[in-house]
């Protein structure tokens, strides 16, 4: 491209945003991608290149690295880079270098960072997940953690109610010697059950099956008792903010936030977690320490904690201020507000079947019944109350049994699995459809159909779960 004009890094970084145009290089290529910024699959993240260089990003987010997206940079080319500006990212090392080894069972839908899932069939057999079949949503590279040098910050950022604005940082060692609790919790990524929603109109974002959750024990410290002997008092409009030791290309951690008065609820039993279901944390989970927001959206839930403070705002993390929010169906790339939608917290009700699974053919043996597995769960802490099972499009219900922890409503963090049999002695078709719904204990019930709770990031997809299986 010796046809083009050259540009070197002052005038390249000019170009950083919207009304100035938005330059970025790659390579030895400079491009204008104002055109593209609207399309960009991840959204706002786009801009963290404005005026500079992608390589560093793209080295990080490695799905970029194909020959369709190379190919559709190109179309934006506008000029080449001085050769003396040009980035190397060999001196960066290759951050997925520490990648730990994973399951070979779990399904990834992406590598680099690493998402996967387990099969449903699996999924549906442990009340408690296993730890290596349990979901793991990495949104950067896992960081190499040295649990001896490891050291939580911990900060309050207002002098609200009173309180002294102070910093102080904790060991690990100092962790474990608070009282230990343990808690039943089911995390689910607010993106669960994407690729159902994507199916009425494509929706951005990882496409989940509906094994984007787990149910385990969590063991740890309480967010409360550090925040309590520090002096924190409970005020409903302050937040908690959480940071990870994971870092994007411009240094940023991973981050969200949870209201400190969830943080202080004896009732909310927010732990800082050492342990899964009784073992250490493993690296993908958050060793050496994550923090566990029982009945919240996963995102919440900050593996590899690094950071908290007590703070008069949210996170100004992108995951905080412009994901993991809802809008309306109508809501499109073109007219959404992320600064108008609250980030979701608690979860709503929701429901899969595990087994069978979609397009399984049934051998129908002698007692004329149909047996069919899966898990319930809702958020805020309530319990789920009943499971209903219809294979003729909801002439006929079928209440299934119900496997949960015994915990008082309002405290109910663990999911519950249930069992049904429905008899299909009187079955003529070869063919059959099965939904799912459950209701909590609030008598919230999950909405029929996803085309009226659509949204564009496809999150809180917990329409009936629907199934077709073969009856052979
Ligand atoms: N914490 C950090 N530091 N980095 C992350 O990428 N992902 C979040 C949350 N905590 C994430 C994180 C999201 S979106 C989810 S759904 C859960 O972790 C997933 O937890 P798991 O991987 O242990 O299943």
New binding site residues.
Partial sequence: RSDLPTYNVEEIQVHCSVDKRVWVTYGIGVYDITEFIAEHPGGENIMLGAGSAIDPFWAIYQQHNNKEILTLLELYRIGNLSPEDKVSTEDMGSPWAHEPRRHPLLNPTSER?FNAEPPMKLLGENFFTPNEF???????PVPLIDANKFELEVSIETTESGMKEQSKSLTLADIKRMPKYTVTAA????GNRRSEMTRVKSVKGLSWNAG?V?NATWSGARLRDVLLAMGVVPNENLHVVL????LDPTSH??G?SIPLSKAMDERGDVILAYEMNGKVLSR???YPL?CIVPGT?????????SRIAVSENESNSH?QQND?KGFSPSTDWDTVDFSKSPAIQAMPVTSAICSPVDGDALIIKDDGYLTVHGYAWSGGGRRIVRVDLTIDQGKTWHVAELQQEDHPDGRHYGWSLWTVRIPIENTTSSEVEIWAKAVDSAYNVQPENFENIWNLRGVLANAYHRIRVKLI
């Fill in positions: 960072p349990f979901y793991v949503r990495n949104h950067l995390v689910m990524c607010g984007a787990g940071e990870g030791a994971d951690p991973y969200a993908d989970h958050g994550r959206v996963g995102s919440r839930n900050v593996k590899w904690l995951w993991y």
